[in-house]
């Protein structure tokens, strides 16, 4: 089956979820007999997309339209559809975000796609073409089988491990058809945090709750994020009290989260906020309350005072 | 200005989940049931907005009877009337197909969703829709006003927000802080019980994903403690054994 992947670029460069959706769709296509195509829109540099080769894509289309550099679920799906006729794809691969889904969906919904958002494994192509999703926020998994033609899935991070290789794709000008419907919102404004790491980029966070007392001392929990190269989250109490930006905020009514490690500090571990953290490889709580739940689903636990343990271990990392 | 806000009906976010019949079905039996926290967000901004500008608001459920009461407790907060599309809904094209067809009967100005359902956690009705019906749809939107027909709204990106400006009709996927959630007073409670709750029948769909079964994650093993005395121990292990740094 050819495979075409919707990539996410942050200033030109393919992020690490998009890079497993290339990784995704190399495996689908692999098992399947077929070829993988990378859709880069907005601004992005060639060598930096070529890149994609690395990860098992044979080809790039990048619709450079200016237009484009700016999120836009309408003109990005009518660009992802004219792509999946152009390379005669019949699936479909984009990480799991909002920007993914609202573009999985209207699309999926124009090619009378079968679609699923949140797949956690591979499929299963062996006679027909099922594949396991997260559902219940974490606390279950369904199997679906995607019937129609073309399919559409949304990865979950962590849904393939990534094995970059040397190889380099071929980067194509593509310039899809754009109608004045494609064009429906304008954008008047946005606040960004200049070069924080994203979370759901992050390999690893660490995050901090109700716990750390107050906005005034986090430093110690940001310092150890710095030494670990790690985004930094916090529970929904601590955005609440606006001690830390509302886009950091993990849980079940905030983002969702599934890094190779996940550090909390002082953070109880309410089911809403597990809710938001359950697909993490590697759970680690630091608590001062042994009996604080976040530790029955954790994979290593410290019973101690944040402000004693969180400089430790930055220590530790920086003596290597 | 008419507002519909679609609602599903999902078990409390501290159920505990598992599955019968094969593992092809919720056990529903002893599971509280509640309006899904995203779409309650959605049902607050509405009646808001409702009650600034006049106008209708309308909730909409595809669901079994199951989901009455959650319908009647968006009746008490402020909905004037309600559509229950009669199905078990089997996957998310289903439920789109199924709002797409009233909101064409119906023509409202803004049709307001929860981000994402808590029950299948997709995050993508609002978009199904959205191209079912020719119009934009936007999520997670955290902020919305409107006026003279026009919506001025936030949308939170990777890593921050964006504002944006765009005309009625439009879909909207909400989350916090957009409103406060709103709980039934009496006065509301009593009127709801006389607010016209329409049933109708589902329209028929093409089936393009079929449920194969359910099933619960593998049990977690214990939890490996390490004394705060020998917190460095801690990046070894992360290191050598977990293998994640
Ligand atoms: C519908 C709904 C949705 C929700 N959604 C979310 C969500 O998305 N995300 C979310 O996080 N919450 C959510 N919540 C709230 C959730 O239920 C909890 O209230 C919240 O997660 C608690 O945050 P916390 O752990 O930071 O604070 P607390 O529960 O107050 O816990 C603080 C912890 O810090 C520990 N501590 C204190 N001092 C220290 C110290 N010096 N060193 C070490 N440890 C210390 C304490 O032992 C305690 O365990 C939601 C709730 C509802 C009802
Ligand atoms: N069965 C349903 N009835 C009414 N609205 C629904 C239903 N399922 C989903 N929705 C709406 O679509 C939003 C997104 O759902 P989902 O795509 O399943 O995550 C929800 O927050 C609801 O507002």
């Known amino acids: ?320 | 200005m008419k507002i519909l806000v679609c609602i599903t009906n999902v078990p409390d976010t501290t159920a505990r989940i598992s599955f019968t019949d094969g593992d092809t079905k919720l056990n529903k039996a002893g599971v509280q049931y509640i309006i899904g926290p995203y779409d309650d967000y959605a049902l607050a901004r509405g009646v808001e907005l409702k009650e600034q500008s006049g106008g209708m608001l309308t909730v909409l459920n595809v669901g079994p009877a199951d989901s009455e009461p959650q319908i009647r407790k968006a009746l008490a907060i402020g909905a004037d009337d309600a559509i229950r599309v009669d199905a078990e809904p089997v996957d998310s094209f289903f439920v789109a197909e199924q709002i797409a067809h009233v909101a064409r009967q119906n023509g409202y100005d803004l049709i307001l969703m929860g981000r994402e359902s808590i029950d299948f956690n997709s995050g993508i009705v609002h978009g199904l829709v959205g191209e079912l019906l020719g119009i934009p749809s936007f999520s997670p939107v955290m902020k919305l006003d409107i006026e003279g027909g026009k919506a001025r709204f936030a949308r939170e990106i990777d890593g921050g927000k964006e504002y944006l400006e765009a005309d009625l009709p439009l879909i909207l996927g909400c989350q916090e802080p957009i409103a406060e959630w709103k709980i039934p007073n009496m006065r509301g409670i009593m009127t709801a019980r006389t607010k016209p709750l329409q049933v109708v029948e589902p329209v028929p769909t093409e089936e393009l994903t079929v449920l194969q079964k359910y099933e619960l994650p593998p049990a977690k093993g214990a939890c490996r403690m390490i004394p705060a005395e020998e917190a460095e121990t801690l990046i070894r292990l992360l290191k050598t054994e977990a293998k994640v740094l």
């Open chain 1, 1 to 320: 089956m050819s495979v075409l992947v919707f990539l996410e670029t942050d200033k030109g460069i393919i992020k690490k979820t998009s890079q497993e959706a290339i990784a995704y769709g190399a495996a689908v296509a692999s098992a399947t007999g077929g070829t993988v195509t990378a859709l880069a829109l907005g601004e992005g540099d060639a060598s930096e997309l070529a890149k994609a080769g690395r990860f098992g894509a044979a080809k790039v289309l990048h619709a450079a339209d200016p237009r484009l550099n700016q999120e836009n679920s309408l003109a990005y799906a009518s660009a992802l559809v004219q792509a999946v006729g152009a390379t005669g794809s019949t699936v479909v691969i984009l990480a799991k975000s909002g920007i993914g889904d609202a573009v999985a969906a209207r699309a999926a919904a124009r090619l009378k796609a079968a679609i699923v958002s949140g797949a956690t494994e591979l499929p299963d192509t062996a006679g027909g073409f099922s594949v396991k999703r997260s559902i219940y926020t974490g606390k279950a998994f369904a199997t679906v089988e995607m019937k129609a033609p073309v399919k559409i899935i949304a990865i979950r991070k962590n849904a393939v491990d990534v094995q970059a290789e040397e190889g380099s794709a071929a980067v194509e000008v593509f310039n899809p058809v754009f109608g004045d419907n494609d064009f429906k919102a304008t954008v008047t404004g946005s606040e960004k945090a200049g070069t924080q790491l994203s979370l759901t980029d992050a390999d690893i966070i660490v995050s901090g709750g109700r716990g750390m007392k107050g906005p005034e001392n986090w430093q110690p929990l940001i310092d150890l994020a710095q030494a670990l190269g790690a985004a930094t989250g916090c529970s929904k109490p601590v955005s609440d009290l606006d001690w830390r930006p509302h886009h950091e905020h993990i849980g079940q009514t905030g983002i969702k989260v599934a890094p190779n490690l996940y550090i909390a500090c002082g953070i109880s571990g309410a089911i809403q906020h597990l809710a938001g953290v359950n697909g993490s490889k590697c759970i680690v709580v630091i608590n001062k309350d042994p009996e604080a739940p976040f530790f029955k689903a954790a994979d290593y636990g410290i019973v101690g005072d944040v402000f004693d343990v969180l400089p430790r271990l930055t220590k530790a990392i920086k003596e290597g």
